[in-house]
């Protein structure tokens, strides 16, 4: 565990595929429809979520200063540190020694960081230590055991 409470599960391996069947036909979150003929695939989540295997690491989020943003305490974060970090990217920065998850952002005059919570402040970057670990591409929370 880092210091900072994130929990670095390590890098994504290229040569483990692991298919599953995908059931490529729309469910419905609405009214439920007649059963609809359905073509059952196989996939494989790191081919579908991960573009470049070798750069990308998962993370694992706590607090709930990204909670607008869809992110929640214990989510697995996938984080691809190959991307150039753009305006209004999600990222994970370490700030002098300290890892965090917040948006990119820009306000006069200098970089920032824009939490998720209007509980917690902007954290203007100028005059800091700032290393951007990697853009988060994608966030998986569970379902289950949710109150």
Wanted: glycine fraction near 8%; hydrophobic fraction near 40%; charged fraction near 20%.
């Amino acid at each position: 565990m880092h210091k900072s409470g994130f929990i670095v599960l390590g890098g994504v391996l290229e040569s483990e595929n692991r298919y599953l069947p995908f059931v490529n036909s729309p469910v419905r979150a609405g009214f439920p429809s007649p059963a609809d003929d359905y073509l059952e695939t196989k996939l494989d989540l790191t081919e579908h979520l991960i573009q470049h295997p070798s750069s990308t690491y998962y993370i694992r989020a706590v607090g709930d200063s990204m909670i607008e943003y869809g992110i929640f305490s214990g989510d697995l974060l996938i984080v691809d540190r190959s991307l150039e970090p753009k305006i209004s990217d999600i990222v994970i920065v370490a700030i002098d020694g300290e890892l965090t998850c917040k948006q990119l952002a820009y306000m006069p005059n200098s970089l920032c960081l824009v939490s998720g919570n209007p509980e917690y402040p902007t954290i203007p970057l100028e005059d800091k230590d700032v290393h951007i670990w990697g853009v988060v591409i994608h966030a998986i929370h569970s379902l289950r055991g949710r109150s």
